[in-house]
């Protein structure tokens, strides 16, 4: 027998709705895919917190009472979501969630999550630019900025505002099978979902923290990343105890100084691959690295790409 498999879609103020309409198209589309294949098929919903409660506004099963197994938050455009506003829909998604819905958010959805506490401790994504913001409201939260979409058996994070597609083909996967969704895939000529938000990475450090030594720190090394760097430098350049250095550093970026300085080196190494046709070994040296083949597994395993293969993409 058939059965309905409901995906539920919060429509808060200012929700990005290509997303919402985007993703609803693609579920409605995977579901009439699978009609003569006997299997599952998919039911979208759309809910809007309204004078006190959580009510449904739109449905495309709208005669059949209402079991949602996937409920999502999309992104929006503006600022992300208050935490007064986020708070109206607290007690309705720990509610759904303790009945056996799966979680998901794109993007900056996830501030309307984290307000619900099931994201403490747990492993998520966002895109990097809200990482300071989503780490201020939930210091126990463990983002992983290099993934695009990051899984938990009950829990589905997305980057990026165009990451509604790679959610929407992920839940095809987990609604019918992972054949399914690579057929469907071929059927809409898009790629089956394998991109990291690593590829796409821009180093924007933060020097909004406050600590003048460090923000003087941050800008000398902007100017002189490609210069042998050493602590007793640093330390002697604004007057601070190497150990104080360190942890102030730390505490000011949530970087170390080396980590630092390779992200840098690898932001000048994507710009020059892109806008130049130097070998790699030369970026290598023009970025302060002697041992291109060391820099170059840097490169790798901070990207995810090899510098060939960046330079091809982009």
């Known amino acids: 027998m058939v059965q309905l498999v409901e995906v539920g879609i919060v429509l808060y103020t200012d929700a990005h709705l290509a997303s919402v309409w985007g993703l609803t198209d693609l579920l409605k589309y995977a579901s009439k895919y699978s009609e003569n294949k006997q299997i599952d098929s998919i039911r979208v919903s759309h809910w ?15 005669t059949q009472s209402n079991n949602i197994n996937f409920i999502v938050i999309p992104p929006s455009f503006a600022s992300p979501i208050s935490q007064q506003d986020a708070k109206l829909y607290t007690s309705w998604l720990k509610c759904l969630h303790q009945n056996g819905a799966i979680l998901c958010s794109i993007c900056s959805g996830i501030f309307t999550l984290l307000e619900t506490g099931i994201l403490d401790g747990r492993t998520v994504t966002t895109h990097w630019l809200n990482n300071t913001m989503v780490r201020d409201r939930c210091p126990s939260i463990i983002l992983d900025s290099n993934k695009i979409i ?14 509604w597609m790679d959610l929407g083909l992920k839940l095809v996967e987990k609604i019918y099978s992972a054949p399914f969704m690579i057929d469907f895939c071929k059927l809409l000529l898009v ?18 923290h406050g600590d003048i030594s460090i923000i003087k720190i941050q800008h000398w090394l902007q100017i002189n990343y490609e210069q042998k760097i050493t602590l007793d430098c640093l330390a002697e350049y604004v007057n601070l105890e190497k150990r104080t250095l360190l942890r102030r550093f730390k505490k000011a970026t949530n970087l170390t100084i080396i980590e630092y300085c390779q992200n840098l080196r690898i932001q000048k190494a994507q710009d020059l691959l892109i806008t130049t046709a130097l070998s790699f070994d030369a970026i290598s040296w023009q970025v302060g690295y002697k041992d291109s083949s060391s820099f170059r597994k840097i490169f790798i395993k901070n990207i995810g790409l090899s510098p060939s293969e960046y330079r091809k993409r982009f």
């Open 48 to 62: 809007q917190y309204r004078n006190g409660e959580i009510v449904k506004i739109w449905d495309t099963h709208n």
């Open 150 to 163: 990051v899984e938990e058996t009950d829990l589905i994070t997305t980057a990026g505002i165009m990451s």
């Open 191 to 208: 790629d089956p979902p394998a991109r990291e938000q690593s590829f796409y990475k821009i180093f924007s450090p933060n020097f909004d």
